[in-house]
């Protein structure tokens, strides 16, 4: 009997460490719209809400969640790919919407989102730690055409996890983050001479070009290769370009830059392009790199 009781104790101590950790999931990463989840088995936050409060649900569903599971959205910035339900989700659902003052009078004037933010409003400053639920959220500057573009810093039970998207130029912020992150998800949006060929109109190939536009698979490799650290063992690569890119181009390139430092994808590092459209998996991040 006590041996009984010894084991069951046994199990469900590390039933509980595996429901406490830490997991991450990408509903959608591209320009038709951006949503992830973080947390653990029980609850946790949605970082962006760039596709529809029924597909969110769905994929929360799929998780064996619901809203009632979610403690509030974080937004980017106010680009409809990024913000398309937080409308539904702040009014309808009662989930708080967390952002910057500058970002939150953004969505106020975004004609994407239909359902305007009233009584869901949580303000934070930019570059001011705060918590929810246990996990410390730090906020940095990205450079984009918005009104502004943070990203995320997240630390959780000796976990640090950090989103980087929409990046038009490179700063010293983002450089600090990944040299101090274990995991990662950071835009390579496009192959560049893909997108100087492809059929874009010019305007709109000078936009993504620009200081402030999105972040090239080339930009996103040396930004790795310079800061990579042996703490560092999950990327994901995020919002790729639908015409001007492609998972394999996105990879093969990143992967080049890392073999230069003698680092090699699947063996020293787990890197993975996310799906624009299609669910990831559910992946759990601790102190080991992921195998697939």
């Known amino acids: ?87 539904t ?64 810093c997240i630390d959780y039970m000796g976990q640090r996890f950090v989103l980087m998207t929409d990046c038009g130029s490179v700063n010293e912020e983002m450089e600090a983050y990944i040299r101090t992150a274990n995991h990662l998800v950071i835009e390579a949006n496009h192959d560049e001479h893909m997108l100087l060929n492809g059929p874009y109109p010019t305007y709109l190939k000078e936009r993504i070009l620009s200081p402030r536009g999105h972040q090239s698979n080339d930009v996103c490799g040396e930004l790795l290769e310079r800061n990579w650290h042996p703490e560092l063992r999950n990327v994901w690569l995020c919002h790729l370009s639908l015409e001007n890119n492609d998972p394999e181009v996105a990879y093969d390139t990143v992967r080049s830059y890392l073999e230069e430092i003698e680092i090699i994808p699947g063996q020293d590092i787990f890197l993975k392009p996310l799906d624009r459209t299609t669910p990831s998996p559910v992946y759990e991040l601790n102190d080991k790199m992921i195998k697939e």
């Open 1 to 87: 009997m006590r041996i009984r009781i010894f084991f069951c104790t046994f199990a469900r101590f590390f039933d509980s460490m595996e429901e406490n950790g830490l997991i991450f999931r990408s509903f959608a990463s591209g320009s038709s719209g951006n949503c992830y989840y973080l947390g653990t088995r029980q609850r946790g936050i949605l970082i962006d809400a760039g596709i529809s409060a029924r597909q969110i649900q769905k994929c929360l569903r799929e998780m064996n969640m619901d809203f009632h599971n979610i403690m509030g959205v974080l937004v980017t910035h106010d680009h409809a790919d990024h913000i398309r339900a937080v409308g």
């Open 89 to 152: 989700l702040g009014e309808r659902v009662k989930l708080p919407i967390y952002t910057t003052a500058e970002i939150h009078e953004g969505i106020d004037r975004n004609y994407g989102v239909r359902e305007k933010l009233r009584t869901s409003r949580r303000y934070f400053n930019k570059g001011e730690e705060w918590e929810l639920f246990g996990m410390k959220i730090n906020t940095f500057g990205i450079e984009h055409d918005s009104t502004d573009c943070l990203g995320y």
